[in-house]
C-alpha cells in the first residue's frame, strides 16, 4: 500500500480530516487531484492505528507554534513517536509514547524517573492523547482531556462516562468517588 492508498484508507475510517488533507498536498505527500478522489468519500468510521510519523511530528511542531494541542487522532500514532526515557530532554511540541499513549511536550523538561508522564504534577509538562478501542472507550490517565459524554475504563474494567465539564486537563479518575464527573455504564 502507498502513501497515497494509506491517506485514502485512514480518510476513509474517519481519522484523517480535510484539514489534514490539505496539509498532505503542502507537503507534497499527495497531488491536488488525489487530494479531491479522497474528499469523494462517504464511508466514516474509526478503528486504531496509524503510521504516519513523519506527517504527525510535523503536525505536532505546528500544532505548539500555533499554542494548541494536537487533534484528538494524534493518540492514534503513539507506536510511531519515540519513548519516553528519564533523563532526556524534550523540547515543547515533541511527540512521545508512554504506557501506550501519545503525548506531546507542552514546556522544556529533562524528563525524571521520579516524575513521569500521568503523575501529579505532570500536566503543566505533557498533553497525552488517547485512543478509544472498538467499544468507543478510552483508557483515563492522570490529566487526560475529557469531554461530556465520553467513556472510560475504571476500575476493575468498570466503565464511566464522563458527565463534568469538557476539561483540558482531568485528575480524577473514572470512579463513583466523583459522582460530580463520573456516572457508571451498567
Not at 98 to 111: D, F, I, N, Y
Not at 126 to 137: K, N, Q, R, S
Not at 154 to 167: E, K, R, S, T
Not at 170 to 181: D, F, H, Q, T, V
Amino acid at each position: 500500500m502507498n502513501k497515497y492508498e494509506e491517506i485514502w484508507d485512514r480518510f476513509g475510517k474517519g481519522y484523517v480530516t480535510k484539514e489534514q488533507l490539505k496539509k498532505f498536498v503542502e507537503l507534497g505527500v499527495i497531488t491536488e487531484e488525489q487530494e479531491q478522489t479522497i474528499l469523494n468519500l462517504t464511508q466514516v468510521q474509526v478503528i486504531p492505528h496509524g503510521i504516519y510519523r513523519n506527517i504527525a511530528l510535523a503536525f505536532g511542531a505546528e500544532s505548539m507554534e500555533k499554542g494548541e494541542g494536537l487533534s484528538a487522532n494524534a493518540g492514534y500514532f503513539a507506536g510511531e513517536y519515540a519513548p519516553w526515557q528519564p533523563g532526556e530532554t524534550y523540547r515543547p511540541g515533541q511527540l512521545l509514547q508512554h504506557e501506550g499513549a501519545a503525548l506531546q511536550v507542552r514546556q522544556p523538561v529533562t524528563a525524571q524517573a521520579h516524575q513521569p508522564p500521568f503523575s501529579q504534577g505532570m500536566t503543566a509538562i505533557y498533553i497525552p492523547y488517547l485512543v478509544p478501542d472498538e467499544y468507543g472507550v478510552k483508557p483515563y490517565k492522570y490529566g487526560c482531556a475529557t469531554k461530556r459524554g465520553e467513556r472510560f475504563y475504571g476500575g476493575q474494567g468498570a466503565v464511566f462516562a464522563y458527565i463534568g465539564a469538557d476539561n483540558p486537563s482531568c485528575i480524577y479518575p473514572p470512579s463513583e468517588e466523583y459522582p460530580a464527573l463520573w456516572q457508571r455504564e451498567e
